[in-house]
């Protein structure tokens, strides 16, 4: 396996101006492809997303799933398969279970999301004796290449966790860190989402922004400077942070932005990419292997960049202290 090292340094190798994902894919593009399980890729959006990953050098799919229908899709495509390792299974259900086993037995260090549910999916993941769970909890993060903001921007949980209380924050937070760890954000800067800056006790969201804040004083939470409360412009401008008289070293050089709720990240998260024009990549986290999950309507630039930061976890692993 050819030695690794995506971002030694991100001040000193910054990518180009609104190219930050395709950065992340050049680097993983110089590992040797990650061995991924593609559980269900049984239509034109799933099997050609891995097949593309395969064909830029970051996974080497194992596509787990109704050989039949696989191969019916590959023909209808004109995608030659006979490269690639089919392993075959009654169905979605199946499918997944099997995939988590491929983790298991180390035949494969990654997951990606075919044409089945994200719930069916995860219901596998975590199942408590054939999954492949962690102490963690699971949550996703989206990575964004934002065109007014300077640096990768992560938001989560804007996909697996409805409503998190404040130990599922906690870990939301962590899987967030030590993803920023993997590529090579050595003290990653999280801004705690809420809609104001003060801690008010009608609001469960500032209440939990503090508490956070203290359990990463106290260690509970490591690797990252958190602050917050923090209301959105505050969080991402200095100059909102200034104009309202808060002193934070969050303020304006946020890396993860953690929302209240689900609803709250995701509303974020797609704004930025319909109205903003913000490019975008996910993961979910807190597993024992990467899960790449991308939407239906995900395109060629998010599957790679997907794939990409896949990649950088499997080959800087976060160290637990």
């Known amino acids: 396996m050819s030695e690794f090292n995506p971002t030694s340094s991100l001040k000193k190798e910054r990518p180009p101006v609104h190219d930050q994902l395709e950065f992340f894919i050049e680097q993983a593009r110089q590992a040797t492809p990650i061995r991924t399980a593609v559980v269900h890729p049984v239509d034109h959006n799933s099997l050609m997303g891995a097949i593309e990953a395969a064909e830029q050098?970051?996974?080497?799919?194992?596509?787990?799933?109704?050989?039949?229908?696989?191969?019916?899709?590959?023909?209808?495509?004109?995608?030659?398969?006979?490269?690639?390792?089919?392993?075959?299974?009654?169905?979605?259900?199946?499918?997944?279970?099997?995939?988590?086993?491929?983790?298991?037995?180390?035949?494969?260090?990654?997951?990606?999301?075919?044409?089945?549910?994200t719930s069916e999916l995860l219901a596998a993941v975590i199942n408590k004796t054939k999954g492949i769970r962690t102490e963690r909890r699971l949550s996703h993060v989206w990575v964004f290449d934002i065109p007014n903001y300077h640096k990768p921007l992560v938001i989560t949980d804007a996909a697996i966790n409805v409503a998190p209380d404040l130990l599922t924050k906690r870990d939301i937070v962590q899987n967030a860190i030590n993803f920023c760890h993997s590529l090579g954000i050595h003290k990653p800067?999280?801004?705690?989402?809420?809609?104001?800056?003060?801690v008010k006790p009608t609001m469960q969201s500032t209440i939990d922004a503090a508490a956070l804040c203290k359990m990463a004083d106290r260690r509970q939470i490591t690797g990252a400077i958190l602050d917050g409360p923090l209301a959105f412009d505050n969080a991402i401008s200095l100059q909102a942070a200034i104009d309202k008289h808060i002193d934070s070293p969050v303020s304006g050089e946020a890396d993860i932005l953690l929302a209240p709720d689900l609803e709250s990240a995701n509303m974020i998260a797609k704004q930025l990419i319909y109205l903003a024009g913000a490019k975008s990549a996910g993961l979910a986290v807190g597993a024992k292997v990467p899960i790449i999950l991308t939407s239906r309507a995900e395109g060629t630039l998010g599957r790679l960049a997907s794939c990409a930061m896949a990649s950088h976890m499997v080959y800087h692993p976060e160290k637990e202290s």
């Open 57 to 117: 050098g970051l996974i080497e799919p194992l596509l787990v799933g109704p050989e039949h229908k696989i191969r019916a899709a590959a023909e209808i495509e004109g995608i030659d398969l006979s490269p690639y390792e089919i392993v075959n299974t009654e169905h979605s259900h199946e499918a997944a279970e099997r995939a988590c086993a491929l983790v298991r037995s180390a035949e494969a260090v990654a997951l990606m999301k075919g044409s089945l549910g």
């Open 189 to 198: 800067k999280v801004a705690i989402l809420a809609a104001v800056e003060k």
